[in-house]
């Protein structure tokens, strides 16, 4: 770890939030019914795979879980760039008349929430998207909030937040970099 | 008019001479050639140490293209280069508008060059009428009208009977033929060599054999009716051999070939780099190895530049459209001295290919600095290095492969009957 | 991570094996776009492309017009017969005078061999080649390989086959190149007229002296398209004869391996290159190679950017 990292969540407190978060979807939803996970790739799809493991042992019933990729639909595409290479977009069920959850590691300005819905629009026509995040660390430019937050972290525009996961793409802990 | 050269390395080849000696010049002649000689009273003396003095080179192959296509060059920039490469005559070829196939053209070539030229300009009409191939043109004519040789550069004469007429009308007339051998059904509408480097570039290649059969008819027309041809730009090792064998047989056949076929392969055409494009066109290394051989065993009689002026619309499009040629007068000469660096040439060989052999082929009457001789004479300074610069050029055109190359020899003063025409800078 | 930074797509020789693979995985994520309902991606909104095509191509043409209308870009079609060339404007002056609607990238196809470096020394904007002469056809090259890809999970340690006109052949040079660099080998047929000196040097390639070898033991079997008008004066004598000793029959496909995958960039002449029996067989993956067309050249046109100039 360098000098200027601290956690600011380890494993045990991931592991809490998701739990949380996962009791709070249920009770917000009254159930699971119509409910689908979509996590935003990378760290938001990991995340969505423990929530709707959590979800499973809460409920005792399985929910749809698939994977976003907002590469195509980011808003600084620009002819500058070398263009990165873009990930897989996996939703193998219909969006029609869902409750989509979309799952992200870190909201901060919220340009990736818009990417991803405007991602989802174009694949059906949900009944309505919550979002849930691990960590909001503020510094919003878009009106854009989360239904559900893991902790709320105010942080410095000079500051960065990283979730960091494992080779099984189990989270690790929440690093505060100055 | 009148002129001591002090000093130098005299090469004449035609005295079987090449030691340090004088030259002087009276009344535009060569007056005396020897040791510790004085210019008379007011006669300019030039210091000629270090550098070679040799009969002044002559381009029996070139393209003013004047008249009729003179954005590209004319008679006045045309002998502007020559003079700069070293050059005190230049034959130039029928191939422009209207073509030279009569006394008129042939008398203004002669009078502009005169009057506004720098270095001498003999024309060479075509063999026949406005290079059609149909009928021959009035070599009788032509020749009295000046013309040293005919020639219909730029196509064959693709009807074999013809050339043979040709051929033999020409000898009873006592005038050369200089023959463009190529095969038309064979080049077809290709665009460069055919080989390696036209399969990788995609572009339509022109095989070998197409030069090496023109020249084999050429070689056997002259042989069958005992009447001499002279080869233009030869470039391949199929045709080398083929003129090599008929010489033997005793065949009345002299070549030439240029700068460039010595100097260049296909390689730079890579990039589909339109100023590497001529016709015949560059070849590959065992070409260049067999050109080389062929200087050296004097299979090849001269080195002609095929100097062929462009303007840059004609060069800077796709590759197909680019019309074919590129310059040459001023880069003729380092070139051909790399020749004698190398260890291909002696001095001795290159100035009779660049000088005495022209001359004798087309019978000038230049090419020799003998006492009595007119007083053409070229200061090639061997050691000069110099950058080949599209804006130092003295022609018109800039479409040569060699822009940006450093070179080592040039020309320092060419002297035509005894005036100064050209210094280097 | 992966990065492209080249500035054209021109030739399939100038790229590495990582920006060929990159311009591949990017291609199989455009494919699910194209299988949604809503086939559009706003990724190049605002971006214009021009078509610019000098050379008749319905399909080729289509595919990049429908590709960059997925990407959301606006194209535009330019074809010789209503373009100026018919006036005599040289391709320079054409595309100085495109140029000045600023485009973001220019698809060309042109019958000259290297015109596009030609263009690229005239022109800012991106140019992708769609065609030039017998040189490289890039999107064609590309698209055979991720339907090779598809077949067979892999690209390297293949052998290809490809049979026909090699001499005019810009689809087998660009293959050629690709395959090379991504591990496979290469025997080619065809006949000794059609076959350029030195081909052997383009790649990772044998030259066979006929289909049969060519074809015995290939995993992928890949036929060109035999043009009657250019071959039939002085190549060959006629299509009969051609398809009697180059042509694909059920018969001599079972010397390729028994799970080949058959290929053509079309258009097909049925009965001469190909039987009917094969083209529509189980073994034909013609119909997909058209189907990854448009993906993989929305692949290109995503990744041509105004990055680092490698030409």
């Not at chain 2, 033929?177 to 038309?184: C, D, F, Q, Y």
């Not at chain 2, 050109?291 to 619309?313: M, Q, S």
């Not at chain 2, 000069?384 to 018109?396: P, Q, Y």
Request: glycine share 8%.
């Amino acid at each position: 770890m360098a000098a200027d990292q601290t956690v600011i969540l380890d494993g045990a407190g991931v592991k809490r939030a998701l739990t949380r978060i996962a009791h709070e979807i249920l009770e917000r939803n009254k159930g699971l019914i119509d409910i689908v996970l979509i996590g935003i790739r990378s760290g938001g799809a990991f995340l969505a795979e423990g929530i709707a493991q959590q979800i499973s042992v809460i409920e005792g019933g399985a929910v749809l879980v698939g994977t976003v990729d907002i590469t195509l639909y980011r808003d600084d595409v620009s002819g500058q760039l070398p263009h990165q290479s873009v990930g897989r977009t996996d939703i193998p069920f219909s969006l029609e008349g869902k409750k989509v959850i979309l799952v992200d590691d870190v909201l901060y300005t919220g340009r990736t929430i818009r990417a991803a819905m405007d991602a989802l629009m174009d694949h059906g026509r949900p009944q309505c998207i919550q979002l849930a995040v691990l960590i909001d660390r503020g510094h919003r430019e878009l009106p854009i909030r989360a239904d559900f937050v893991g902790r709320n972290v105010p942080t410095s525009l000079k500051e960065n937040v990283q979730v960091t996961f494992n080779e099984m793409n189990q989270p690790i802990e929440v690093i505060l970099e100055k | 008019m009148n002129l001591l050269i002090k000093g130098g390395r005299v090469i004449d080849p035609s005295q079987n001479m090449d030691e340090n000696l004088d030259v002087l010049v009276e009344n535009g002649l060569v007056k005396e050639i020897g040791s510790g000689l004085t210019a008379p009273e007011g006669v300019k003396t030039i210091t000629a140490s270090g550098k070679y003095v040799v009969p002044g080179l002559i381009d029996m192959h070139v393209h003013l293209r004047d008249p009729g296509l003179e954005y590209k060059e004319d008679i006045v920039s045309g002998t502007k280069a020559a003079v700069a490469g070293g050059f005190t005559s230049v034959c130039c070829m029928p191939n422009t508008k209207p073509t030279i196939d009569n006394k008129a053209l042939a008398c203004y070539i002669i009078n502009k060059a005169r009057e506004e030229g720098f270095c001498n300009v003999f024309p060479i009409g075509s063999i026949t009428y406005e290079i059609a191939g149909e009928r021959m043109s009035e070599m009788g004519e032509l020749k009295e009208s000046g013309c040293v040789a005919v020639s219909d550069d730029g196509r064959p004469v693709v009807n074999s009977e013809l050339m043979m007429r040709s051929l033999q009308y020409a000898k009873g007339i006592g005038i050369m033929v200089i023959s463009h051998a190529e095969e038309l059904d064979l080049v077809g509408s290709g665009v460069m060599n055919e080989g390696f480097t036209s399969t990788e570039l995609g572009l339509k290649g022109i095989p070998r054999v197409a030069e090496d059969i023109a020249t084999a008819r050429e070689v056997m027309l002259a042989e069958y009716t005992d009447s001499p041809v002279h080869i233009a730009h030869v470039s391949t090792r199929g045709a080398i051999r083929i003129i090599r064998e008929a010489k033997a047989r005793g065949v009345k056949v002299t070549c030439e070939t240029a700068p460039h076929y010595f100097t260049l392969t296909d390689d730079a055409v890579r990039g589909y780099n339109t100023n590497a494009k001529m016709n015949p066109p560059l070849r590959e290394a065992d070409d260049v190895v067999a050109i080389k051989e062929g200087l050296k065993d004097d299979t090849i009689d001269a080195i002609a530049t095929d100097h062929a002026p462009h303007h840059i619309d004609e060069k800077d499009v796709e590759f197909n459209e680019a019309l074919n040629g590129i310059i040459g007068l001023e880069t003729s000469l380092p070139l051909s001295l790399k020749l004698v660096e190398d260890g291909v040439l002696t001095i001795n060989q290159l100035i009779e290919k660049m000088s005495c052999n022209p001359s004798n082929i087309l019978g000038l009457k230049r090419g020799s600095i003998k006492p009595g001789s007119i007083a053409d004479i070229t200061l090639i300074d061997p050691a000069a290095e110099w950058t080949v610069e599209k804006d130092k050029l003295a022609g018109k055109s800039g479409n040569s492969p060699f822009l940006g190359w450093k070179v080592k020899g040039a020309a320092t003063s060419t002297i035509l009957a005894g005036n100064i025409v050209h210094t280097k800078a | 991570m992966a990065e492209f930074k080249q500035k054209h797509i021109i030739a399939l020789r100038d790229l590495t094996k990582e920006e060929i693979e990159l311009l591949l995985s990017t291609a199989e994520i455009m494919r699910e776009v194209n299988s949604r309902d809503i086939k559009k991606v706003p990724t190049l909104r605002g971006k214009t492309i021009i078509n610019l095509f000098y050379e008749a191509s319905t399909r080729t043409r289509t595919s990049f017009e429908i590709a960059g209308k997925r990407l959301s870009a606006d194209t535009v079609n330019i074809t010789t017969s209503s373009s100026s060339t018919t006036k005599g404007e040289t391709l320079a002056d054409t595309a100085l005078n495109l140029l000045a609607m600023k485009p973001d990238i220019i698809v060309m196809r042109h019958s000259v061999s290297g015109s596009h470096y030609f263009l690229a020394e005239k022109i800012n904007c991106s140019i992708i080649n769609a065609g030039d002469g017998a040189h490289e056809h890039p999107s064609q090259g590309l698209l055979d390989m991720l339907t090779i890809k598809d077949c067979f999970g892999r690209l390297d340690g293949l052998k290809v086959a490809i049979v026909g006109d090699i001499t005019h052949s810009r689809v087998a040079r660009s293959n050629i190149q690709g395959l090379t660099k991504l591990g496979s080998s290469i025997f080619v047929a065809g006949p000794p007229t059609m076959m350029p000196p030195g081909v052997e040097k383009l790649g990772n390639v044998t030259v066979c002296a006929n289909m049969k070898e060519a074809i015995q033991d290939a995993d992928v079997v890949m036929m060109l398209r035999i043009q009657q008008e250019r071959q039939g004066k002085t190549l060959m004598p006629n299509t009969r004869e051609y398809s009697r000793y180059y042509g694909l029959n059920p018969e001599n496909i079972k010397l390729a391996k028994p799970n080949a995958m058959v290929m053509h960039p079309g258009p097909i002449n049925r009965g001469v290159e190909m039987s009917s029996y094969v083209v529509d067989g189980d073994q034909s993956w013609i119909l997909k190679q058209v189907e990854n067309g448009v993906a993989v050249r929305m692949s290109m046109l995503y990744h041509v950017c105004g990055g680092e100039v490698t030409i």
